[in-house]
């Protein structure tokens, strides 16, 4: 299972509001994730696609990836406190503010869905009594399923 990860480093925005959009991707497929984020309307989302997109390009060039994108999810992403400007905006009376220009750590990991191979139906013989129709005996079919 390839595992790969991508950050971007002090992005101007604060932690939380990043926080908000990255929520919105979390668990999906990444195709899916990149088209959440293309419809989202918060400036942020620009910047978290970019290393969203970073991501699956490290997944790609690591080694024994499948070459199937289809199958890698974005299994984590969190957005954390970068450092502050500190700045001043002048306040009535001669007083000062200080203002904070807050900036974010944003990291977001995609991991490739294993394939697994899932036993889909098991049919015995019914039991006396019951009013299903008598069966052929024991039947299984096996299929590949992408999770």
């Known amino acids: 299972m390839i595992q790969a990860h991508a950050t971007a480093r002090y ?5 939380q509001k990043a926080g908000l959009v990255l929520g919105l991707i979390r668990g999906k497929d990444v ?3 990149l ?4 419809f989202t309307r918060k400036g942020i989302a620009e910047d978290i696609a970019k290393v969203l997109r ?5 997944a790609q060039n690591k080694d024994g990836f499948s070459g199937d994108v289809d199958r890698l999810y974005v299994s984590a992403c969190y957005a954390n406190q970068g450092p502050s400007a500190k700045r ?3 306040a009535p009376m001669g007083r000062a503010f200080r203002v904070l220009k807050r900036t974010a750590h944003l990291t977001v990991h995609v991991s490739e869905r294993p394939e697994k191979i899932v036993a889909v139906a098991t049919a ?3 039991k006396r ?5 008598e069966g052929s005996g024991r039947k299984t079919a096996v299929k590949k399923v992408k999770e």
């Not at 088209?35 to 293309?38: F, H, I, Q, V, Y």
């Not at 970073?54 to 490290?58: Q, R």
């Open 54 to 58: 970073s991501a699956i390009a490290n």
């Open 88 to 90: 001043v905006r002048p």
């Open 11 to 15: 992005v101007r925005t604060s932690a």
């Open 35 to 38: 088209a959440t984020l293309k």
């Open 124 to 126: 015995d013989a019914p």
């Open 31 to 33: 195709n899916r994730a």
């Open 129 to 133: 009594g019951s009013r299903k129709a």
